[in-house]
């Protein structure tokens, strides 16, 4: 229960004791709320017709959207709780047009039918609640099942406004001269019992708390059933704040349906095409994928590139004429394209010996490659992959080596910039900075600054290796780093895995030096593991003295069972931590003094009351400002201010 409270909001905690304070005041202030509703009592018939055709619209909404998903959970737990709102919703409105004062239906309007259609609705709702939330069937059903499911709700529905319409002359009384009656608070009573239940079993720890919404309804709905209790006349504010309560506990329906049932899978959905077009776009090939009348649908970046079109040109239109051409640029018959045969037959193909135009004109040789495109066993269209084969047929030695230089340069900074925009949520710390400095284009060097809560996880590493090799294990490190992080606490923990993924699927003559170290800023505690790396300097503050610290681990991919420790320090007030790469402190000429001496130096002329990103950024510049000799490697500097 109390890891229920600390999961609310401020706002939603701040919203449930206003509600109870103001339930309290409608149940104690009955001569203040009385007057204060007077002047709008003559619109007490329009107002309940309001809220209960809100109430209304969200148990429609809960059943049409129920209809709509099962057919994606096939949920026996969620088809009751849906259908069953088809019998509320229906109960509602029988209430909401016999309600005293409201026009004929049926019957004339009275306060006996439209209580007994109250009551059947309220008792109907909370056995949902009971069924869903304290004894869930956990069962999945076929799909035909649910037509028999909401024409069975319906059919109760039906049966139950039968039942009122045609006895309810019979039927026990439910509002006497002076408000309710035994009968009727007992069935409040009982409403209010199993919403309670409900609230306690969502609130307790163990729950899932994707129903923390449920808890919200049922405690409105039980202010609400308190409320239609104590009110002395069906025109009196207690009756209509009842309804409002009821509303706000609809409200919370409707919120988990948006949330867990529209919202949380629009989410999912959009994050996993985000990462398939980063995937789609991250490859060298070109991809384009075309329906069965022969219309671009998508393209990928590289295919863009060697075609030299926009995606808003050639998107929705049959690309063949405009690209696939013979070897001197006449256009190819539909009849001789591999596409074409694809979406025709289904079968994938595969041929060396094809042709594409640019939009400048000039033809160029390319690989192709053809897949149908299937969905539930039907094909929908057909995936071209391609790549230009100029380079390797190319008469010019120089040119080709230079196109293939230049291409692989520009995927691999592409790379790396859309991997440094992960790295700039530690931007708005001011206890935190790193710079790293590529040596040419690609950057071997990488760091992370992952904040979480009070502690702050940190890493700095140096791939061995230049160029688009090192760029492309940087990628694979960092994501790698971003999922051990995620699953691991401990520095060593996450180099054990670090080191297990760099050995099996890296070069043998292939490796990493790796840091990893943790902050807690709650109690100063600053725990580190290193894999080869370069120590960590710890500067003292009060004593004005620099500590080296490291594990000394091996680094990693060399073995793959190496091991590695975790050790802690506790840091004083004032104090830095810095991480760096070996291009920091690496001095090319033998008579230069030693380059860990260099950086001691550039810290003792920084300003160390700056914040930890232009701290990072003065200290390598003095650092450099100090070196002796050029600078021949990628810089990464790191400092933690405690």
Not at 44 to 54: G, P, Q
Not at 126 to 142: D, N, T
Not at 420 to 448: H, I, T
Not at 521 to 527: D, G, I, P, Q
Request: aromatic share 12%; charged share 20%.
């Amino acid at each position: 229960m109390i890891a229920f409270f600390q999961s609310l909001t401020l706002s939603t905690r701040l919203l449930v004791l206003i509600s109870v304070f103001f339930f309290t005041a409608l149940n104690l202030q009955v001569d203040f709320f009385t007057t204060l509703y007077e002047p709008i009592r003559a619109n007490h018939v329009a107002i309940h017709s309001i809220l209960e055709v809100a109430s209304i619209f969200v148990a429609l909404a809960i059943a049409l959207h129920g209809w709509i998903s099962f057919r994606e959970t096939m949920s026996a737990n969620w088809l009751m709780f849906s259908a069953m709102f088809v019998a509320v919703a229906v109960l509602d409105a029988l209430h909401t047009v016999t309600f005293e004062g409201m026009p004929y239906f049926i019957i004339d309007s009275n306060s006996l039918v439209a209580a007994w259609f109250w009551i059947a609705a309220r008792l109907t709702e909370s056995i949902i609640f009971l069924v869903v939330v304290l004894f869930p069937l956990k069962s999945r059903v076929k799909l035909f099942v649910r037509n028999y499911v909401y024409l069975l709700a319906l059919l109760y529905a039906a049966s139950v406004a039968f039942f009122i319409f045609k006895y309810y002359a019979d039927l026990p009384l439910l509002i006497g001269e002076r408000g309710p009656t035994s009968l009727k608070n007992g069935f409040e009573y009982v409403t209010m019992i199993i919403h309670a239940a409900v609230l306690i079993k969502v609130m307790s720890s163990k729950f899932d708390m994707n129903f923390r919404d449920f808890s919200f309804a049922s405690f409105y709905l039980i202010l609400s059933s308190w409320l239609f209790t104590s009110y002395e006349a069906i025109t009196e504010y207690r009756n209509m704040a009842g309804h409002v309560f009821k509303v706000l506990g609809y409200y919370y329906l409707l919120k988990h349906i948006y949330h867990r049932k529209i919202e949380k899978p629009y989410t999912e959905l959009h994050n996993l095409s985000a990462r398939h077009k980063l995937l789609l776009n991250s490859v060298a090939e070109g991809i384009y994928g075309i329906d069965k009348e022969g219309k671009v649908t998508f393209i990928n970046d590289s295919a863009k590139k060697m075609l030299g079109y926009m995606q808003e040109e050639i998107v929705g239109l049959d690309l063949h004429d405009l690209i696939h051409c013979t070897s001197d640029g006449h256009c190819l018959s539909k009849t001789a394209c591999l596409a074409w045969q694809t979406s025709y037959d289904g079968k994938s193909r595969i041929s060396k010996d094809q042709f594409f135009q640019h939009r400048d004109g000039h033809v160029f040789p390319i690989s192709m490659k053809t897949e149908p495109m299937l969905e539930n066993g039907e094909q929908r269209g057909t995936v071209i992959t391609f790549y230009d084969l100029s380079r390797e047929l190319a008469f010019d030695e120089l040119q080709r080596e230079k196109k293939e230089i230049d291409l692989e340069l520009q995927l691999a900074v592409k790379l790396q910039e859309s991997l440094s925009m992960q790295q700039r949520k530690w931007k708005l710390l001011e206890d935190v900075g790193a710079v790293s400095v590529p040596y040419r284009a690609l950057n071997g060097d990488f760091y992370s600054i992952v904040p979480q809560g009070d502690l702050l996880m940190m890493a700095i590493a140096d791939i061995s290796g230049k160029g688009v090799p090192a760029a492309i294990q940087k990628s694979m490190m960092v994501y790698a780093l971003e999922d051990f992080n995620s699953r691991y606490e401990e520095p060593h923990d996450v180099l054990t895995s670090m080191n297990s993924f760099v050995h099996d699927y890296t070069s043998d003559y292939s490796f990493v030096t790796l840091t990893m170290a943790n902050y807690n800023k709650a109690n100063r505690l600053f725990s580190y593991s290193t894999g080869g790396h370069e120590p960590i300097i710890w500067y003292k503050a009060g004593i004005d003295e620099f500590i080296n610290l490291h594990t000394k681990n091996p680094a990693l991919g060399i073995m793959a069972d190496s091991t590695y420790t975790t050790h802690r320090v506790e840091l004083e007030p004032n104090d830095l931590i810095i991480l760096y790469t070996d291009g920091v402190t690496e001095c090319k000429e033998d008579d230069t003094s030693d380059g860990i001496d260099l950086l001691h130096r550039a810290v003792m002329k920084a300003d160390l009351s700056l914040p930890g990103e232009v701290l990072a950024k003065q200290v390598l510049e003095r650092v450099n400002e100090l070196r002796p000799s050029d600078i021949h490697d990628d810089q990464t500097i790191l400092i933690l201010k405690a």
